[in-house]
């Protein structure tokens, strides 16, 4: 995996919302390779008001996975949150956007909620550096 610094990244509302789902989703107990899937499959929908949150059934997210893969016209897969997501970031992924996700996630913030707290542009194709994500990215102290 590439080395990149915080400098050399740029995060847009795609990469967050694919990785909270993600470090959401291992958060809850889903093997690596499930949480990076579902991951995938809520960026290619959007930020639907039921990912992310208790409640959603195994059929929802089905039905949205289908959709989605509809939608790209190929079918969704970890490898494909890989070469999206965490291949785009090299090492910065690993060494800090996934563990601050986990975090947020952790701290039982919402995906619009994680998106106010780093305040990414509601602007579309909005972008942050790395190191903004990295300053903003502080889970409030409850």
């Known amino acids: 995996m590439a080395k990149k610094t915080a400098d050399d990244v740029s995060i847009g509302k795609f990469d967050i919302l694919a990785t909270y789902t993600y470090a959401k989703g291992l958060l809850d ?15 290619v929908m ?3 008001a039921k990912l992310g949150r208790p409640g959603g059934t195994t059929k929802d997210y089905h039905e949205d996975k ?6 790209k016209k190929s079918t969704i897969t970890a ?9 785009k970031m090299g090492t910065y ?45 502080v889970a409030p102290k409850k």
């Open 46 to 48: 959007g930020a639907k």
């Open 66 to 71: 289908s959709a989605a893969e509809k939608k």
């Open 29 to 43: 107990g889903l093997d690596a390779e499930e949480a990076r899937e579902r991951g995938m499959v809520a960026a």
């Open 93 to 137: 992924f690993e060494e800090t956007f996934l563990p601050a996700l986990k975090k947020l996630a952790g701290a039982g913030l919402s995906y619009d909620e994680v998106k106010r707290l780093v305040k990414i542009p509601r602007v579309w194709g909005a972008k942050l550096s790395g190191e903004k994500f990295k300053e903003r990215a």
């Open 79 to 87: 490898a494909s949150f890989d070469r999206q997501v965490a291949d």
